[in-house]
C-alpha cells in the first residue's frame, strides 16, 4: 500500500540530520584525543582487564579505543581481538559495532553478508541503535513487509528515546510515508525532541502545527505543541566532564557489578559472570541504548 511512497522514505533517510551520536559507533578522529595523558591510559587498562574478565562492554569500549587511536595507541588488530571478544560475550553493542565495521570495510574486510549477520543479532537483543540500523536498511527496500517492519522497528527505537529514530519515525508520520499519515503523533514526537534540543525538530514541529492550526478540534493540541515556546531549556555550559573521570565512573560500575572479579562469591572462572555461575548476584550496567563513547562513560542513553 505504502511501497509507492519508498523513494520519499529513501530521501529522508539520506538527509536526517542526526542530532547526537546515539545511533552510530563512534570512531573518534586520531586528530582530535578526546582521552589522553597516564590517568586516561591506566583507566583503559583497567578495561582491557575488565574485558578480558567477562565484560562485553568493556570489550566493545577497548575496541573503539584502538581503532581510533583515542585513549590507546591504534591499532586494528587489537581492535579487530577486542570486538570479537566482545561478540563472543554476546554484548549487543559490541555486536552493533562488528556489524558496522564490516558493512563499511572499516578495521575489517568489507563483507555484507557477516554485517546483515551481526546487525540480525543486535535487533534480536532490542540494541536501539540496531534497531534504527535496520529499520534504514528496510526503507530501502520495494518488499512491503519489510517496510512495515521498518515502522516498528522504529517505534521500539523511539520508545528508548534514540533521538534519530524518533526523528525519523516523526518525518514518516509527518509525511504520511510507510505508514498513515498521523499529525499528532509527529507533533508529540517533534515537541519531544525540540525539548531535546534537537536541531532541526522545532521548524518541523511548527510545520506540524500550521496543518492543524485550521482544526477547530484540534485547538489543545496546538496550544500544547506551542508550549514550547513558553519552556525554559536550561543548557550547562560548565567545565567539561573529563574523559579520564568518565572512564573512572565506567569501571566503577563494571567492578561494582561484581561480575567480572575473580575474586568475588560469584564465579571464579574468567569469562563466566556471577549471574551465569549459578550463585545468586546482582548486576548493573550501562543501558542497553547506549553505542556512542560518551554515552557509554556516562551510562546514559
Known amino acids: 500500500m505504502y511501497v509507492s511512497r519508498i523513494s520519499s ?12 551520536i546515539s545511533s552510530l559507533p563512534v570512531i573518534a578522529s586520531t586528530d582530535t584525543k578526546v582521552c589522553e595523558g597516564n590517568q586516561c591510559e ?5 578495561l582491557i582487564k575488565l574485558a578480558r574478565s567477562g565484560s562485553g562492554d568493556a570489550a566493545a569500549f577497548v575496541a573503539m579505543a584502538y581503532a581510533s587511536g583515542d585513549g590507546l595507541e591504534q591499532n586494528h588488530q587489537e581492535a579487530t581481538r577486542f570486538i570479537k571478544l566482545g561478540v563472543r560475550h554476546r554484548n549487543p553493542m559490541a555486536t ?11 578495521v575489517l574486510e568489507q563483507n555484507t553478508e557477516q554485517a546483515d549477520k551481526l546487525l540480525a543479532q543486535a535487533v534480536k537483543s532490542e540494541y536501539a541503535p540496531a534497531l534504527y540500523q535496520q529499520a534504514v536498511l528496510h526503507l530501502q ?40 499519515q498521523d499529525l499528532a503523533g509527529a507533533g508529540r514526537l517533534f515537541k519531544a525532541l525540540t525539548l531535546a534540543r ?21 485547538t489543545e493540541l496546538v496550544a500544547d505543541f506551542k508550549s514550547v515556546d513558553d519552556i525554559e531549556v536550561i543548557q550547562v555550559r560548565g567545565q567539561k566532564l573529563e574523559a579520564n573521570v568518565m ?10 557489578s561484581g561480575k567480572y572479579d575473580r575474586r568475588s562469591i560469584g564465579s571464579r572462572i574468567s569469562g563466566v559472570s556471577c549471574e551465569n555461575s549459578g550463585s545468586a548476584c ?12 560518551g554515552e557509554v562513560l556516562s551510562g546514559g542513553k
Open 96 to 106: 552493533y559495532l562488528m556489524s558496522d565495521w564490516y558493512r563499511n570495510g572499516f
Open 42 to 46: 591506566n583507566e583503559m587498562r583497567r
Open 141 to 180: 527496500t520495494d518488499d512491503e513487509a519489510k517496510v512495515t517492519e521498518a515502522v516498528t522497528l522504529l517505534e521500539q527505537a523511539a520508545e528508548a528515546k534514540l533521538m534519530n529514530a524518533m526523528f525519523l519515525l516523526a518525518r514518516l508520520k509527518q509525511t504520511g510515508t510507510a505508514t498513515e
Open 198 to 218: 534537537h536541531p532541526q525538530a522545532r521548524d518541523y514541529l511548527q510545520q506540524v502545527i500550521d496543518e492543524i492550526a485550521a482544526d477547530e478540534q484540534q
Open 247 to 256: 572512564l573512572d565512573g565506567l569501571v566503577r560500575r563494571l567492578n561494582a
Open 282 to 293: 546482582a548486576s548493573i550496567k550501562p543501558g542497553n541504548s547506549a553505542s556512542s563513547l
Open 9 to 20: 522514505a529513501i530521501a529522508l533517510s539520506l538527509t536526517l540530520t542526526l542530532a547526537g
